[in-house]
T-cell receptor, first 113, second 115 residues
Framework: LAKTTQPISMDSYEGQEVNITCSHN???????ITWYQQFPSQGPRFIIQ???TKVTNEVASLFIPADRKSSTLSLPRVSLSDTAVYYC??????????????FGKGTKLSVIP | NAGVTQTPKFRVLKTGQSMTLLCAQD?????MYWYRQDPGMGLRLIHY???????AKGEVPDGYNVSRLKKQNFLLGLESAAPSQTSVYFC??????????????FGPGTRLLVL
């Protein structure tokens, strides 16, 4: 299973850009990198997914270097409602067409007024 | 379109009791998953299923059994509950025909307390 490493926590002021980096040294060729957001007492929610270079949607951007051993989730101009735990997810094919997925321990982002 | 639903929302068990957690999805997804989340921890995969009638072990399968008799339902069973199984259980589903099956849709969770 591909293991991921993320910072345990981060603090940011409202309106700032926040970058959260995830390390995944043994990512496989066919693996995608996915980020989820989780609020207290709720299930995780999909934010963004990418394979290489850069992906952007209405919520965030995802930067993936050429070696794909890490990825960076970028949240532009965060607000208090972005306070949550963010998980980096890397999929590993079991060879039978199925996936065993590993969540990182997550990064707790606290946005300060 | 309810997405992923879980029943019950909360349950208290005594050590040694058994119970079944039900997960249902209405998105016609092939893949379904059961995770547990302990305080301050990330999600750990218990079991998963890649289709009706098939199941596979995840990272922490001991003490749990699962069944996928219908495509839309994924059941998680505890035959003899232990205090170590006190946790929040999340079910998820995904569509393997999408670019990547890693896009999972999660249910609201079931809080289980084993005394």
């Amino acid at each position: 299973l591909a293991k991921t490493t993320q910072p345990i926590s981060m603090d940011s002021y409202e309106g700032q850009e926040v970058n959260i980096t995830c390390s995944h040294n043994n990512i496989a060729t066919n693996d995608y990198i996915t980020w989820y957001q989780q609020f207290p007492s709720q299930g995780p929610r999909f934010i963004i997914q990418g394979y290489k270079t850069k992906v952007t949607n209405e919520v965030a951007s995802l930067f993936i270097p050429a070696d794909r051993k890490s990825s960076t989730l970028s949240l532009p101009r965060v607000s208090l409602s972005d306070t949550a735990v963010y998980y980096c997810l890397v999929g590993v094919s079991s060879g039978a067409g199925s996936y065993q997925l590993t969540f990182g321990k997550g990064t707790k982002l606290s946005v300060i007024p | 379109n309810a997405g992923v639903t879980q029943t019950p929302k909360f349950r208290v068990l005594k050590t040694g009791q058994s119970m079944t957690l039900l997960c249902a999805q209405d998105m016609n997804h092939e893949y379904m998953y059961w995770y547990r989340q302990d305080p301050g921890m990330g999600l750990r995969l218990i079991h998963y299923s890649v289709g009706e009638g098939t199941t596979a072990k995840g990272e922490v399968p001991d003490g749990y059994n699962v069944s996928r008799l219908k495509k839309q339902n994924f059941l998680l069973g505890l035959e003899s509950a232990a205090p170590s199984q006190t946790s929040v259980y999340f079910c998820a589903s995904s569509d393997p025909s999408s670019v990547s099956s890693e896009t999972q849709y999660f249910g609201p969770g079931t809080r289980l307390l084993v005394l």
